[in-house]
T-cell receptor, first 107, second 116 residues
Framework: TQLLEQSPQFLSIQEGENLTVYCNSS?????LQWYRQEPGEGPVLLVT?????EVKKLKRLTFQFGDARKDSSLHITAAQPGDTGLYLC???????FGQGTELSVKP | GAVVSQHPSWVICKSGTSVKIECRSL??????MFWYRQFPKQSLMLMAT?????????EQGVEKDKFLINHASLTLSTLTVTSAHPEDSSFYIC????????????FGSGTRLTVV
C-alpha cells in the first residue's frame, strides 16, 4: 500500500520568511502532484513532478522531486499572507494524499 | 482547462434521509472518478474509485451500502449517502482523470454535507 507522509502538518510564520514542506514515502511514485486548497473549495493543482531529480519553479514556489522518486519538497521564498492555505501532496494510481500542511502567514 | 462541476455545494438534511452528490466533467471524458471525504483542517481521505461502467472500488473501512457510487457515463458520477447520520457530516470532494489530462487530476468544488 502506498503511503505519503507530509510534514509539518501545521506551520505559522511571519511574512517574508522562507519555508519548506516535505512529502515522503517508502514507495516509488511515477509522479507526484502538489495542490493548494482554500477553505470550502476543492484543491487546485500547483505542479506535477515526473522525473527523478526534477526541479520546477512557480514564482516564489520551488518544487523538487527526489532522485529515487520517493519524496518531494515544496519551498516557498519570502512567504506572503496570500500563501495561506492547505498544501497537499498527492500521487499514485489511486491518487492518495499526505496529511496536508496548514500554512498560516501573518502580516 | 478541464472542469469538474460538483453539485450541490452545500446541503442540510435530516437524519435518516439520503443525499445525492453529482460530479460532471464538462469538457473531457472522465474515465476514472475518485471520491474523497475531508474533515476540517485535515487532508483528503480516499473513499472509493470508480471507473465508467464498472462497480466502484471502496477503500477499507468505507461502507459500500451506505455510500453508493454510480459512474454510468463518461461525464457523470454520483455519490449517494444513504440513511445519513450526523457523523456523516463532512466535506465531500470528487476528482476526475481522463484522456488528455496527462498526469493531472481535476477536482470538483466540494459539497458541505450537514446532517441534523
Amino acid at each position: 500500500t502506498q503511503l505519503l507522509e507530509q510534514s509539518p502538518q501545521f506551520l505559522s510564520i511571519q511574512e517574508g520568511e522562507n519555508l519548506t514542506v516535505y512529502c515522503n514515502s517508502s514507495s516509488v511514485f511515477s509522479s507526484l502532484q502538489w495542490y493548494r486548497q482554500e477553505p470550502g473549495e476543492g484543491p487546485v493543482l500547483l505542479v506535477t513532478v515526473v522525473t527523478g531529480g526534477e526541479v520546477k519553479k512557480l514564482k516564489r514556489l520551488t518544487f523538487q522531486f527526489g532522485d529515487a522518486r520517493k519524496d518531494s519538497s515544496l519551498h516557498i521564498t519570502a512567504a506572503q499572507p496570500g500563501d495561506t492555505g492547505l498544501y497537499l501532496c498527492g500521487g499514485g494510481g489511486k491518487l492518495i494524499f499526505g496529511q496536508g500542511t496548514e500554512l498560516s502567514v501573518k502580516p | 482547462g478541464a472542469v469538474v462541476s460538483q453539485h450541490p455545494s452545500w446541503v442540510i438534511c435530516k437524519s435518516g434521509t439520503s443525499v445525492k452528490i453529482e460530479c460532471r466533467s464538462l469538457d473531457f471524458q472522465a474515465t476514472t472518478m475518485f471520491w474523497y471525504r475531508q474533515f476540517p483542517k485535515q487532508s483528503l481521505m480516499l473513499m472509493a474509485t470508480s471507473n465508467e461502467g464498472s462497480k466502484a472500488t471502496y477503500e477499507q473501512g468505507v461502507e459500500k451500502d451506505k455510500f453508493l457510487i454510480n459512474h454510468a457515463s463518461l461525464t457523470l458520477s454520483t455519490l449517494t449517502v444513504t440513511s445519513a447520520h450526523p457523523e456523516d457530516s463532512s466535506f465531500y470532494i470528487c476528482s476526475a482523470s481522463g484522456q488528455g489530462l496527462g498526469y493531472g487530476y481535476t477536482f470538483g468544488s466540494g459539497t458541505r454535507l450537514t446532517v441534523v
